[in-house]
């Protein structure tokens, strides 16, 4: 009984840390601009693609992650440089749209980039699957859950104790304000797309070896990142995380207890059960409307 | 979007006209119209089917045609959507005047072209699996894959062989694995095998462990079988060595592929799964009739595209020289002539079985096109 339990704790916490991962990079560019980046999917996507086809041209593994953090990040600066900014005193909803044009841009490019099937990467600490009363968890699961853990550690430093994150919280509640205090609210968003493709591509490298990786798994990622992060409150890190964490044990312990085939519904019950007491979701600050 | 991209892939037979046979014989081309799901969901299908068809029609081309005319063919991408599929296959009959319509690349947008084909009575052949494109029997729609119930009756006839009698399924809940889920569920009934667990994953779950641990604490559980297609059964796989069951491990000829080998790495050893004569090429015996066609085939497609085949490039040769044959026979392109003759297909050998074909049956493939095969020390080993 305990092992049963514990198994689909861990079957849980395995997806539960990728969707968390996953989640985290719509966090900081809606910190920062009140933007929804729907082509999140896509960084994570791309981190993964880069490294399994580095690895796979015979890279080592560790400078393969290196370089796909890298492409990410770049590829990010190019979608704000060339995309977003361009928009920039368009309203919100404008440049969501974008978003979504640059998502389905950046698959079309992966397609023809790469290939259209799937690709893997190998397991960073080998593939023995460690037993605990009865039950197995993977190694690379810990890698995800460690990943995810040392993401919103860093991004709480950066939010709350550098200047230049202070700056990128600045811009997202008032961006004239913070312009007027001397914040350069351009390199703000430049940054905030950084990082988030940054923190994609974290995602896509450590998730790939359980998950695999082709030019479309950004679609599934990004939509459950983005259930997530809704549930656990736009722009909150720690949100993102235990939103992630409630998403993915809900769903195990639900085909574990009830039934696989409706896991999913009522893993989307749920969401919409707790946005409907709390439509800022459960860690989400309270909009603040000027009169 | 990218939808109305449209390849008129006019492949000239330009050694045909070079040789400088005049005027007098330059008849009207062959008009082959397709709808393919190129890119989309079903674009790992799509692509291959394309790709082959665009090589087989220039070598035809090439050797000078059929009946000396050249082939004109014409190809549409559906993106997967059926009420795209229908448009297109619309299009082709009406303002391409197409002769013969080949695809579509899934059920879906096959059966939304199928009562067009019918109207304009123009002869369809389907690339995909499903057991509706053909039964019932309509007139003027074929079919050239295996159908999710071969694969079926051929992995429940196995266990059956060894003496399984209780089994579990874990399928992907929608489209291929819902197909094969349900025709599993009515052959293993037919044949005397219990299903005592039944559990479903999305495509594209991370994890599946929780699913594979009530199957494990199943009692008397003595097989799996997984029908699935994509990174699901790898997925499958690799939890199911996790967890460390030992009960033999099933998977559909939707993973026949090296890929799935490499994705599912040492857990995919000892898994038995049915697969088309052409994934087992190089393990067939020299006596299999099958052989040298399946060879070439695969040599020809790595030489010019440099990646693995998969069973579903094979399928739009099957269909192409099951068409071009029967123009052959047929003395030209009257589409009702041609129908016939279509229908009158016997003994073609191809990449997916010998398909012999009646008014009755417009797929004619047998249940030994398949092939039992085990995962050893990463490749195929076949078992009949």
């Not at chain 1, 994609?200 to 679609?219: C, D, L, M, R």
């Not at chain 2, 599993?184 to 999305?202: F, K, L, M, Q, T």
């Not at chain 2, 699901?232 to 080998?261: C, D, W």
Request: glycine letters at 12%; one cysteine or more; hydrophobic letters at 50%.
């Amino acid at each position: 009984m305990f092992a049963e339990f514990l198994q689909y704790l861990f079957s849980g916490l395995t997806s539960g840390a990728i969707y968390a991962l996953a989640g985290l990079g719509f966090a900081i560019i809606y910190n920062a601009s009140n933007v929804i980046n729907f082509a999140q999917g896509e960084f994570i996507m791309i981190g993964g693609m880069t490294a399994a086809s580095l690895v796979a041209a015979g890279t080592p593994l560790w400078l393969a992650v290196a370089l796909a953090l890298v492409v990410a990040m770049l590829v990010g600066i190019a979608l704000e440089r060339l995309a977003i900014e361009p928009a920039r005193d368009s309203d919100v909803v404008t440049i969501v749209i974008i978003t979504i044009g640059a998502s389905i841009f950046l698959r079309g490019a992966a397609q023809v980039i790469w290939d259209k099937e799937f690709h893997s990467l190998p397991a960073f600490s080998g593939e023995t699957p460690i037993a605990l009363s009865g039950a197995t968890l993977m190694p690379q699961s810990l890698w995800v859950i460690g990943s995810s853990a040392l993401a919103i550690a860093a991004l709480w430093w950066f939010f709350n104790r550098t200047l230049f994150g202070k700056a990128m919280l600045a811009t997202s509640h008032n961006r004239l304000a913070a312009q007027l205090v001397g914040i350069g609210v351009k390199r703000v968003l430049l940054a905030s797309f950084a990082l988030s493709a940054l923190l994609g591509a974290v995602a896509g490298v450590v998730v790939t070896p359980i998950t695999f990786t082709s030019y479309e798994s950004g679609i599934m990622l990004g939509l459950k990142g983005f259930s997530a992060a809704v549930l656990g409150g736009l722009g909150s890190g720690l949100g993102a995380i235990v939103g992630g964490l409630i998403v993915g044990l809900v769903e195990a312990l639900a085909s574990g207890y009830l039934s696989s085939a409706y896991k999913d519904a009522i893993a989307f019950i749920i969401i919409l059960f707790v946005l409907f007491f709390m439509p800022s979701g459960l860690f989400g600050r309270r909009g603040t409307d000027r009169v | 979007m990218g939808g109305f991209v449209r390849w008129r892939a006019v492949i000239l037979g330009v050694a045909w006209a070079c040789a400088g046979i005049g005027g007098a014989i330059a008849s009207e081309p062959i008009r082959i119209g397709s709808f393919l799901s190129v890119t989309g969901p079903a674009s790992f299908l799509g692509e291959p089917e394309k790709k082959t068809l665009e090589l087989y029609v220039e070598r035809a081309n090439r050797e000078g045609g059929v009946l000396g005319r050249r082939i004109e063919l014409i190809i549409y991408d559906d993106g997967g959507a059926g009420e795209k599929a229908a448009t297109f296959a619309k299009r082709l009959a009406d303002s391409d005047k197409v002769d013969v319509l080949i695809g579509g690349t899934t059920t879906g947008t096959t059966m939304a072209a199928v009562p067009m084909a019918e109207r304009a009575k123009v002869p369809l052949i389907s690339l995909a699996a499903g057991i509706p494109i053909i039964d019932p029997v309509k007139p003027w729609v074929f079919k050239v894959p295996h159908t999710d119930r071969m694969a079926a009756e051929k992995v429940i006839l196995d266990m059956k062989k060894r003496g399984i009698t209780r089994i579990a399924l874990i399928s992907e809940d929608a489209g291929f694995g819902k197909s094969g889920h349900d025709q599993s569920v009515a052959v293993a009934r037919e044949n005397g095998i219990e299903i005592v667990a039944d559990e479903v994953y999305s495509a594209k779950d991370p994890d599946v462990t929780a699913q594979l641990t009530k199957i494990k604490n199943t009692q008397g559980v003595q097989a799996v079988f997984n029908f699935g297609s994509g990174q699901g059964p790898a997925i499958v796989t690799r939890n199911f060595r996790q967890l460390g069951m030992s009960v033999p491990l099933y998977q559909s000829h939707g993973v026949a592929s090296k890929e799935y080998i490499r994705l599912a790495g040492d857990a995919a050893e000892g898994v038995r799964l049915p697969a088309a004569g052409l994934v087992v090429a190089a393990q067939l015996p020299a006596t299999d009739p099958q052989k040298p066609v399946v060879t070439a085939f695969k040599a020809e497609y790595e030489r010019a595209f440099k990646s693995d085949v998969s069973t579903f490039a094979g399928h739009p040769y099957d269909a192409l020289q099951i068409v071009l044959a029967a123009i052959n026979r047929a003395g030209g392109t009257d589409k009702a002539k041609l129908r016939e003759e279509i229908e009158k297909t016997s003994g073609y050998i191809g990449t997916a079985g010998t398909v012999t074909m009646s008014p009755t049956d417009h797929m004619g493939l047998s249940p030994s096109a398949f092939h039992m095969v085990e995962i050893r020390k990463g490749d195929w080993v076949l078992l009949d």
